[in-house]
């Protein structure tokens, strides 16, 4: 029987795991949020995987305000490395397997072209360089892990750009959305399906993974998609990221090179549109 500890287990990566969890066999999955574990007590942790008998962690708990955090490093940093480290210390002694969630953020989206897993990582924010942070010491620490890096991740749960935009617009006529910051949406489900993969596999090609769903597209044509898939009926205008200053400094392109994970999980990755139709489905549903 494989012990798989989910941590933030109230967010919507965990919550999408949660949800579609009972369909394997031999596995069974513990989700804790901060009040059931801290990850970073260090004590506690190490605890908890010897009590539980951790077999695999998935840490999906993370601090992830990203403007919020450029007043709050000291507890950025505490959650997004220093509980990162002490998951994989508690793995390392327990000889269990890590999947570490990890960002775009890493990289400073000056590139013109798709980021790999092998480009220089440069994080523009407090939440990247505590994201980044926490990704090297896991890999310091810990030889049989994997880190996903993942990028504008939404999903019928949690708070998210979709149920923003669908919040907003109940209430307005119209919407002015950056659409100078190019990525790629990810949908919560299709990387929950991944982990679960991932986790029931066996699959011994550890390493940093880049996973988002397939396609382009700026902030303008994620809320202009998400309100022609609801059939809402607003107005949204493109603006520029200085129009729409922030504290934290957010990458400008920051397309995701899914080439490695492809090739070595052998899996067929959704567009971004048809991911997002399937969601909105089940929001209305």
């Not at 679960?196 to 090609?205: H, S, V």
């Amino acid at each position: 029987m494989k012990n798989v500890l989910v941590t933030g287990g109230k967010g919507q990566l965990a919550t999408s795991i949660k949800a579609i969890s009972n369909t394997l066999d031999n596995v069974h999955f513990i989700f804790v949020d901060v009040e059931d574990l801290d990850i970073t007590n260090t004590n506690q942790v190490n605890n908890y995987f010897k009590s539980h008998n951790i077999t695999h962690c998935v840490n999906c708990a993370a601090y992830t305000a990203v403007d919020k955090a450029e007043n709050e490093k000291e507890m950025a940093m505490l959650v997004n490395n220093i509980g990162a480290k002490n998951l994989a210390l508690a793995c390392n002694t327990n000889n269990a397997k890590l999947i570490q969630i990890s960002t775009d953020f890493v990289f400073d989206g000056k590139k013109s072209n798709l980021y790999n897993e092998k480009d220089d990582v440069e994080p523009l924010s407090v939440y990247g360089e505590t994201k980044l942070k926490g990704e090297l010491a896991i890999a310091n620490i810990l030889k049989e892990h994997y880190i996903i890096r993942t990028s504008w991740l939404y999903s019928e749960y949690g708070h998210n750009f979709v149920k923003t935009m669908l919040t907003l617009a109940a209430n307005r006529d119209e919407l002015s959305i950056v659409c100078d910051q190019i990525g790629t949406p990810t949908y919560a489900g299709d990387l929950a399906a991944l982990i679960l993969l991932i986790i029931t596999e066996d699959n011994k090609a550890y390493g940093v993974y880049h996973y988002s769903n397939e396609g382009v597209a700026s902030w303008y044509d994620f809320a202009k998609a998400i309100f022609e898939e609801s059939e809402v009926n607003v107005k949204v205008l493109p603006i520029k990221t200085e129009q729409y200053p922030t504290p934290a400094t957010r990458p400008a392109f920051s397309v995701l090179d899914k080439t490695k994970i492809k090739q070595l999980m052998k899996i067929e990755i959704p567009y971004w549109r048809s991911s997002l139709k399937n969601c909105i489905a089940n929001l209305e549903g």
